[in-house]
Antibody, heavy 123, light 107 residues
Framework: EVQLVETGGGLIQPGGSLRLSCAAS????????MSWVRQAPGKGLEWVSV???????YYADSVKGRFTISRDNSKNTLYLQMNSLRAEDTAVYYC?????????????????WGKGTTVTVSS | SSELTQDPAVSVALGQTVRITCQGD??????ASWYQQKPGQAPVLVIY???NRPSGIPDRFSGSSSGNTASLTITGAQAEDEADYYC??????????FGGGTKLTVL
C-alpha cells in the first residue's frame, strides 16, 4: 500500500528548531518529487517546499533561509528541518508525493498525502 | 511572485452544476491540479492534467483550462461534495502555488 506518515510535530518556542519526518511505503521517495504543504488553523493550504527526483530544492519565500528539505533514500524518508521558528509557522504540516508528466504542456500533481503532523510555535 | 486566485465561496443546489475557477499566469504554462479537502482531513486529488481523474473520483468531476484560467466543474453536485477546493500549479521559478481555496456549499 502506498502511504506517507508524518512525525515530529509538537509544541516549540519561538526561535526554536524542529525536524519533521515523512516515512514513505509502497514507493521510492527519490523516484518522485516530494513536497511539504502546511495549513495554519482556519486557513488555506500553503506550499512550503519541494525536492525533485534530481535533488533540486525550492522553498516558499516565507520559509526560505529557515527551512531545509531533504531525503534519506536508504530510509525512504523525507525531512523538513525547521529553524528560527515563528508563531506564523504554526500549522498542520503535510507531506505529499508528486508526479511530473512531460507532455506538450507539463503537469504536476500530488497524488498521495499523509495525514499531517501539527506544529505549534508558542511561548 | 506568482499567485493563483480563487473565489472564496461558491454555492450550488443539490444535483445542479457548479464551476470553480482558478486564475494565474502560471496556468498559461502548466496545467492545474485540484484538491478536495473536508474538515479535519488531508487534501485529496480530484483532477490533474488536462482533465484526468484519479481512480475512485466520480466522473461528475471534470477539469478544463483556457489561457490563464483553470476550472473544476462538478456536474450534478452531491451533498458529499461540500468541501474546500484548492487549485495548485507550478510556476516558472520552480515553486509550487496553491490558490486561496473555494468553500463549496451544496444547498
Amino acid at each position: 500500500e502506498v502511504q506517507l506518515v508524518e512525525t515530529g510535530g509538537g509544541l516549540i518556542q519561538p526561535g526554536g528548531s524542529l525536524r519533521l519526518s515523512c516515512a514513505a511505503s509502497g514507493f521510492t521517495v527519490s523516484s518522485n518529487y516530494m513536497s511539504w504543504v502546511r495549513q495554519a488553523p482556519g486557513k488555506g493550504l500553503e506550499w512550503v517546499s519541494v525536492i525533485y527526483s534530481g535533488g533540486s530544492t525550492y522553498y516558499a519565500d516565507s520559509v526560505k533561509g529557515r527551512f531545509t528539505i531533504s531525503r534519506d533514500n536508504s530510509k525512504n524518508t523525507l525531512y523538513l528541518q525547521m529553524n528560527s521558528l515563528r508563531a506564523e509557522d504554526t500549522a498542520v504540516y503535510y507531506c505529499a508525493r508528486g508526479v511530473v508528466v512531460a507532455a506538450r504542456t507539463y503537469y504536476y500533481y500530488m497524488d498521495v498525502w499523509g495525514k499531517g503532523t501539527t506544529v505549534t510555535v508558542s511561548s | 511572485s506568482s499567485e493563483l486566485t480563487q473565489d472564496p465561496a461558491v454555492s450550488v443546489a443539490l444535483g445542479q452544476t457548479v464551476r470553480i475557477t482558478c486564475q494565474g499566469d502560471s496556468l498559461r504554462s502548466y496545467y492545474a491540479s485540484w484538491y478536495q479537502q473536508k474538515p479535519g482531513q488531508a487534501p485529496v486529488l480530484v483532477i490533474y492534467g488536462k482533465n484526468n481523474r484519479p481512480s475512485g473520483i466520480p466522473d461528475r468531476f471534470s477539469g478544463s483550462s483556457s489561457g490563464n484560467t483553470a476550472s473544476l466543474t462538478i456536474t450534478g453536485a452531491q451533498a458529499e461534495d461540500e468541501a474546500d477546493y484548492y487549485c495548485n500549479s507550478r510556476d516558472s521559478s520552480g515553486n509550487h502555488l496553491f490558490g486561496g481555496g473555494t468553500k463549496l456549499t451544496v444547498l
